[in-house]
């Protein structure tokens, strides 16, 4: 066909047919499955969130005991893979490493390589990879430290064995504050699946080519790194903490936004969808109040965050351009009263992701999409003679 439509940033170009996540961005709802956000978040717990984003359904009692086994006996990681932590300097990006960790995961399983895998294969790499990725992220958190790994503790669920290996300091398990637990579940599940945004869509096209499933999600977690996507909630802290440091002048921070010559963006601001307040930003708000309170933390990067809200819900140029806090403008907030470094902050949108990422995966797979493939608009010289290097 001679013609082709541009639009680029596929500001409106649906990719897919999807029965996983329902966002409507001028209203602010987003449903996963056709659960809203906001009953998942007070109700449900992660490893529910991700069997009904992954089979379509929540689980029943016994579905769920038998999903978080499955999981449980593939947490360990081969002991090889041990050697990849070695070799990465201690101060490496910890989105570096586990892009390179989750890919190699299947180098480290070549019957994830195999062709035409059946269903029920496909099901054990899927439990494979989530039970794997939070002894993965763990383990990177260890590394920062230059402290011993934390092996996983299978009788303990997904989210407290997550926090054993990560704050644990020895083999045995400490109880963890059940208000730590609940907001790593709630961060977790907000995190979960956001329909075709930059790495779902990445995850989707890299799978498209028949690429195997963690070669496909860690394509997604270099898609996510960026800051105008995942990595905005690092961003964000960093951007608070400077304006701490620079007196806590909101109200000049915002006018650099506005301008025009100055590249500075207020991170974790404004949305490709959501042109109304960002449902997951509500919740998390109110997470944060609640936690910091209940850990008896005063948190001054939190009065300027909420300052900066105010002045910028309130400036025309917000306004009109309907630019509301997002997901990840207060969620670095709860990770840093929860005891993550800043640069774990993407890491951890990463591991609340995977659901979203394979449920992405498994229904491009099931509805047998065809290869991704975007044409172009040819813009380039026409056709000129090589020139010989002596002419040139
Ligand atoms: N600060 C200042 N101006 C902004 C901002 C911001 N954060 N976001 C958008 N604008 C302006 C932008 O300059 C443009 O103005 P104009 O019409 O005068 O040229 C207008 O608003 C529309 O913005 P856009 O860049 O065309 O919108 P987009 O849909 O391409 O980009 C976005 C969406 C999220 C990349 C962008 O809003 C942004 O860069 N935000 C800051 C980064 C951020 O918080 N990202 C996290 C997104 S949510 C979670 C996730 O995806 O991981």
Redesign the pocket.
């Given at each position: 066909s001679g013609y082709v439509t541009l639009d680029i940033?596929y500001k409106n170009t649906g990719a897919t047919k999807s029965a996983i996540t329902f966002l409507d961005g001028e209203k602010g709802i987003l449903k996963y499955r056709g659960y809203s956000i906001e009953q998942l978040a007070e109700q449900s717990t992660f490893i529910e969130v991700a069997y009904l984003l992954i089979y379509g359904e929540l689980p029943t009692a016994a579905q769920l005991k038998e999903f978080e086994h499955e999981i449980s006996i593939h947490t360990l990681v081969h002991e090889d893979m041990k050697k990849f932590f070695d070799g990465f300097p201690s101060n490496s990006h910890p989105m570096g490493q586990l892009s390179s960790v989750v890919g190699a995961l299947a180098a480290f399983n070549p019957a994830s390589l195999k062709q035409g895998l059946s269903p029920e294969e496909i099901n054990t790499e899927i439990i494979k990879l989530i039970a794997k990725m939070s002894t993965v992220v763990s383990w990177i958190y260890k590394k920062s430290l230059g402290h011993p790994v934390i092996y996983p503790q299978n009788k303990l669920d997904y989210v407290t064995n997550f926090l054993h290996m990560t704050f644990g300091q020895r083999t045995e398990v400490v109880d963890f504050d059940p208000v730590v637990v609940n907001a790593m579940n709630k961060l977790l599940i907000l995190h979960a699946d956001h329909e075709q945004?930059?790495s779902a869509s990445t995850v989707r096209i890299v799978g498209s080519s028949d690429a195997n499933i963690y070669a496909s999600i860690s394509a997604g977690i270099s898609a996510l790194w960026g800051?105008?996507?995942?990595g905005?909630n690092q961003a964000v802290i960093e951007m608070l903490e400077k304006i701490k440091l620079d007196g806590g002048d909101t109200e000049k921070w915002i006018a650099k936004?506005?301008d025009?010559k100055d590249p500075f963006?207020?991170?974790?601001?404004?949305?490709?969808v959501y042109k109304n307040f960002d449902p997951r930003a509500k919740i998390i708000k109110k997470a944060c109040d609640d936690i910091l309170e209940k850990l008896g933390i005063n948190n001054e990067v939190l009065d300027i965050a909420k300052k900066l809200e105010e002045v910028a819900l309130k400036d025309p140029y917000f306004v009109q351009?309907k630019?509301y806090p997002?997901?990840?403008f207060y969620s670095g907030i709860i990770y840093t009263a929860l005891g993550f470094p800043t640069d774990m902050f993407t890491v951890l949108f990463a591991l609340g992701r995977l659901p979203g990422w394979i449920a992405q995966w498994k229904e491009m797979k099931e509805n047998k999409e065809p290869i991704g493939r975007p044409r172009q608009i040819y813009v380039g010289v026409k056709s000129r003679d090589y020139v010989p290097m002596d002419k040139r």
């Open positions: 940033g945004n930059c800051p105008l996507h995942g905005a936004a506005k025009k963006r207020l991170m974790g601001f404004g949305h490709r351009r630019l997002n997901v990840d």
